[in-house]
């Protein structure tokens, strides 16, 4: 009884495409005094010929202001890796500056600061963490967060407490440890509006006979944070 029944055929078509983006809230890093810390002119004769010479330390806070409370962590990405020496075999272990700040001890907590004209590798620069001095203000003023740092080398999906000191950047693998001021309650990022960790960095150059050094030589550390938001 159909037979006559006429058939649908297909025809030109026409698309149609749903967009659209998912952002963050936009949070900006700055650090305080500027992003450049300079030894000035170190003269050649300070470096020691069988111990690396440890430079004075300097402190610089890393501050992150965002538009709405937010949870983040901060990733410190050395620059110049390729620059870095190894620790007792390509630079004696630096020795605690007057300061009594800790030094570096392992090979997960250093940069590199460049090389001299022979491509010898200038030496190493770290970072450590004044736990009592963290600090996340939420957008009500309220101060959110322990005295206390947390890291995280998945990603952010699983974070613990650290108290290593100097930082270890690249515990996870190269670059990949994340850090994170920690809230009040549990082991999570705080959620706040301002985030500012407090550092102190320190540096130890090479000895003598790992040098080469016939002209100026401008020390080249350079490190860059990351945020990554949770």
């Known amino acids: 009884m159909f037979s006559g029944a006429s058939q649908l055929a297909a025809a030109n078509s026409a698309d149609l495409f749903i967009k659209g983006r998912l952002v963050p809230p936009a949070c900006t890093p700055a650090l305080d005094g500027g992003a450049t810390i300079d030894y000035g002119d170190i003269p050649v004769s300070n470096l020691k010929n069988n111990a690396a010479y440890t430079l004075e330390d300097h402190n610089v806070s890393l501050t992150v202001t965002c538009e709405k409370d937010t ?127 407090p550092l102190v960095v320190g540096a130890a150059l090479n000895t003598k006979g790992g040098l080469s050094v016939k002209d100026d030589t401008k020390l080249d550390g350079k490190g860059t944070f990351t945020i990554y938001y949770q």
């Open 71 to 197: 949870a983040l962590g901060i990733r410190i990405t050395d620059a110049r890796s390729e620059s870095k020496p190894t620790l007792l075999t390509e630079i004696p272990m630096p020795a605690i500056h007057s300061s009594g700040h800790a030094v570096a001890t392992a090979d997960t907590q250093t940069m590199g600061l460049g090389s001299d004209g022979a491509k010898g590798k200038l030496g190493v620069w770290w970072m450590s963490m004044e736990f009592d001095k963290l600090n996340a203000t939420n957008s009500e003023g309220i101060k959110v967060n322990d005295k206390a740092l947390l890291f995280s080398a998945d990603n952010g999906q699983n974070w613990a407490n650290t108290t290593t000191t100097p930082m270890a950047p690249h515990f996870g693998g190269a670059n990949l440890t994340t850090f994170a001021i920690k809230a009040t309650s549990g082991f999570t990022p705080a959620v706040a509006t301002v985030h500012t960790f």
